[in-house]
Nanobody
Framework: QVQLVESGGGLVQAGGSLRLSCAAS????????MGWYRQAPGKQRELVARITSVGSTNYADSVKGRFSISRDNAKNAAYLQMNSLKPEDTAVYYC?????????????WGQGTQVTVSS
């Protein structure tokens, strides 16, 4: 059983910063990609940032230069540093990982953490 626990969300003023954390637990042999997604009210869930097992990253255009994703493979953890936050960044942020099993890869999602940016 794989579980993801997210933390670090909250309320912040525009221009402020937050750091989200995601920790995976369970009998995990190997994690391929780790990523952060977000879903604002009335909108579809979208990719914010993703990092592979070797550290390659990609970001949504809307967050490039402001957000930074990192991971700690020893801790099965991922982080999202969010700077220069804007009201349009308000959303529920979800951590997602791709675990490699013998039978093939499988995705797991966290429960989500609310990020609210006030203007």
């Amino acid at each position: 059983q794989v579980q993801l626990v997210e933390s670090g969300g909250g309320l912040v003023q525009a221009g402020g910063s937050l750091r989200l954390s995601c920790a995976a637990s369970g009998s995990i042999f190997s994690i391929n990609a780790m990523g952060w997604y977000r879903q604002a009210p009335g909108k579809q869930r979208e990719l914010v940032a993703r990092i592979t097992s070797v550290g390659s990253t990609n970001y949504a255009d809307s967050v490039k230069g402001r957000f930074s994703i990192s991971r700690d493979n020893a801790k099965n953890a991922a982080y999202l540093q969010m700077n220069s936050l804007k009201p349009e960044d308000t959303a529920v942020y979800y951590c997602a990982i791709e675990v490699v099993w013998v039978a093939g890869p499988e995705a797991y999602w966290g429960q989500g953490t609310q990020v609210t940016v006030s203007s």
